[in-house]
């Protein structure tokens, strides 16, 4: 009777963590933490900041755990502290290149932040602009005005990656491929 119980529990638990209910929500959570569509951070991540960037200076600056009571004991620290020694003027010189990395990576962290932030008012201002156009006549509806532009090129394929949008450019330049 205790195996049957235990296996009723066992078969309650995964229909729990393995529902459609519960995989859906797991979904979603994981889809929280991703960026939105057009750059930036998502909302979670913007409220949580320079968590990462935080943690790691916390590594860097703290070093490595110092060892407990060395197993063959005084030998064992005497070759310790002769090692450490020798190879202090490199320990200093790698943790100058980790704080350097760790500074150049929370500016470039930064610069793309400020980038995605550009596009996403470009993004917008594009939007207006062609809606603007738009209401003068210039353009269908639901088009942008740029979509029926190519410069005496001709047009693309409707369907990608079809054979004939792969041989495109070889039909541009007058080459085959196949």
Do not use: C
Not at 113 to 126: H, K, M, P
């Amino acid at each position: 009777m205790r195996r049957g119980a235990r296996g009723e529990r066992g078969q309650a638990d995964v229909r729990a963590r393995y529902s459609p209910d519960a995989a859906g929500a797991a979904m979603a959570e994981r889809l929280a933490h991703l960026p939105r569509l057009g750059g930036g951070l998502s909302p979670r991540a913007a409220a949580r900041g320079d968590g990462d960037a935080a943690r790691i200076a916390r590594r860097v600056r703290s070093g490595p755990v110092p060892p407990r009571e060395p197993r063959f004991g005084r030998p064992q620290r005497f070759a310790r502290r002769a090692l450490l020694r020798l190879i202090k003027p490199f320990a200093a010189h790698q943790k100058m290149v980790d704080e350097d990395l760790l500074r150049y990576g929370v500016s470039a962290h930064a610069r793309l932040d400020d980038l995605a932030g550009q596009v996403d008012v470009l993004r917008a201002q594009l939007e207006q602009g062609s809606e603007f156009m738009a209401s003068f006549g210039s353009a269908a509806r639901g088009r942008r005005w740029w979509s029926g532009r190519n410069d005496g090129l001709p047009a693309a394929p409707e369907e990608p990656w079809s054979h004939a949008y792969n041989d495109a450019p070889s039909r541009l330049r007058g080459t085959r491929t196949r």
